[in-house]
T-cell receptor, first 113, second 112 residues
Framework: LAKTTQPISMDSYEGQEVNITCSHN???????ITWYQQFPSQGPRFIIQ???TKVTNEVASLFIPADRKSSTLSLPRVSLSDTAVYYCLVMDSLSGGSYIPTFGRGTSLIVHP | DTAVSQTPKYLVTQMGNDKSIKCEQNLGHDTMYWYKQDSKKFLKIMFSYNNKELIINETVPNRFSPKSPDKAHLNLHINSLELGDSAVYFCASSHLGEYEQYFGPGTRLTVT
């Protein structure tokens, strides 16, 4: 199974752009990368997914270099409500269309006023 | 309007007891999951069911037995509870092959 490594914690201030990088050196050819957000006492919430290059949605952008051994989640202009734990996942593909989601330990982002 | 619900939200019990956690989703998904999150926030998948059939069983002790009576429900039964079983258990669901999973609010299990 693919293993992910990301910083344990990050601090930022309101209005700044935050970039969280995750390394996944043994990612397989068919594996996708996803990011989830988790607030205290809640279940994780899907943010974004990608396979390569750049993906953008209304919440974040995901940058994946050509070798796909890392990925960077970019949160533009964070606010206090973005304080949460962010998980990088590699989705290990299985036959039949299923996959094994491998969560890392997450990055605890604290946004300061 | 709750998408994925779990009961109970909190569960405090003694070692050796047997307990169950229930999960229901009303999203029409065909795949459901159970995760365990420890005190250090490490989230690990335990089981995955697709259309009531087990597709993932990640080295979980036999004391844990998932049961899926239908596509909308995946219950978790735990026998002979141990101190190390204390954690938050999350249920989730998705369409088969889709990476966006919807998580329930979690069940905090405390074994004393």
């Amino acid at each position: 199974l693919a293993k992910t490594t990301q910083p344990i914690s990050m601090d930022s201030y309101e209005g700044q752009e935050v970039n969280i990088t995750c390394s996944h050196n043994n990612i397989a050819t068919n594996d996708y990368i996803t990011w989830y957000q988790q607030f205290p006492s809640q279940g994780p919430r899907f943010i974004i997914q990608g396979y390569k290059t750049k993906v953008t949605n209304e919440v974040a952008s995901l940058f994946i270099p050509a070798d796909r051994k890392s990925s960077t989640l970019s949160l533009p202009r964070v606010s206090l409500s973005d304080t949460a734990v962010y998980y990088c996942l590699v989705m290990d593909s299985l036959s039949g269309g299923s996959y094994i989601p491998t969560f890392g330990r997450g990055t605890s982002l604290i946004v300061h006023p | 309007d709750t998408a994925v619900s779990q009961t109970p939200k909190y569960l405090v019990t003694q070692m050796g007891n047997d307990k169950s956690i229930k999960c229901e989703q009303n999203l029409g998904h065909d795949t459901m999951y159970w995760y365990k999150q420890d005190s250090k926030k490490f989230l690990k998948i335990m089981f995955s069911y697709n259309n009531k059939e087990l597709i993932i069983n990640e080295t979980v002790p036999n004391r844990f037995s998932p049961k899926s009576p239908d596509k909308a429900h995946l219950n978790l039964h735990i026998n002979s509870l141990e101190l190390g079983d204390s954690a938050v258990y999350f249920c989730a669901s998705s369409h088969l092959g889709e990476y966006e999973q919807y998580f329930g609010p979690g069940t905090r299990l405390t074994v004393t």
